[in-house]
T-cell receptor, first 112, second 114 residues
Framework: AQSVTQLDSQVPVFEEAPVELRCNYS??????LFWYVQYPNQGLQLLLK??????LVKGINGFEAEFNKSQTSFHLRKPSVHISDTAEYFC??????????FGSGTRLLVRP | NAGVTQTPKFRVLKTGQSMTLLCAQD?????MYWYRQDPGMGLRLIHY???????AKGEVPDGYNVSRLKKQNFLLGLESAAPSQTSVYFC?????????????FGQGTRLTVV
């Protein structure tokens, strides 16, 4: 069975500082990996996805993630965050089916 | 660009009451999903549909029923609401086949069962 672990429930960071949100997954087969963002009182929006090829994936709003197969990780990074990045971020995995398995989410709190 | 639209956005139910949540998508997507979101648990799949007239159970289907009579609509029903069903419900849809396709989400329905 697949599972997704987001170890940090909340990450506080100052504006213009770098940030890394951690995601680890477990699966015995190849998977597709996703990061979604949820702004307050809104639905989820796709940030980026890894399907195959280059392990460094660039997404919207300056975010990027690196797929590490040996460590089964897919950490999300941004070199300089803005107040507007305050949101909840979800890592998700999907295998051969189209169903997404989500992590528990990490709340990014950007302070001025 | 409507995308995925959920109605209602908020609802308060008494224990034992029934209700239906409606999801409509205008992107001609084959696949539709219902998730529930609870604090610290991420999103969990309730039911899903791979096309008009089809439905299947997800991770947490108990207490819910669904129907997909038209391709663009996916209904989630609660026959006898319980406090444990207090949650935020999200509908999503996706196109094509395979795990690589992007899911598009609605704005959510906040349901409180008292």
């Amino acid at each position: 069975a697949q599972s997704v672990t987001q170890l940090d429930s909340q990450v506080p960071v100052f504006e213009e500082a770098p940030v890394e949100l951690r995601c680890n997954y477990s699966s015995s087969v190849s998977v597709y990996l996703f990061w979604y963002v949820q702004y307050p009182n809104q639905g989820l929006q796709l940030l980026l996805k890894y399907l195959s090829g280059s392990t460094l994936v660039k997404g919207i709003n300056g975010f990027e993630a690196e797929f590490n197969k040996s460590q089964t990780s897919f950490h999300l990074r941004k070199p300089s965050v803005h107040i507007s990045d305050t949101a909840e971020y979800f890592c998700a995995v999907s295998r051969s089916s189209y169903k997404l398995i989500f992590g528990s989410g990490t709340r990014l709190l950007v302070r001025p | 660009n409507a995308g995925v639209t959920q109605t209602p956005k908020f609802r308060v139910l008494k224990t034992g009451q029934s209700m239906t949540l409606l999801c409509a998508q205008d992107m001609n997507h084959e696949y539709m999903y219902w998730y529930r979101q609870d604090p610290g648990m991420g999103l969990r799949l309730i039911h899903y549909s791979v096309g008009e007239g089809t439905t299947a159970k997800g991770e947490v289907p108990d207490g819910y029923n669904v129907s997909r009579l038209k391709k663009q609509n996916f209904l989630l029903g609660l026959e006898s609401a319980a406090p444990s069903q207090t949650s935020v419900y999200f509908c999503a849809s996706s196109y094509g086949q395979g795990a690589s396709t992007e899911a598009f989400f609605g704005q959510g329905t906040r349901l409180t069962v008292v």
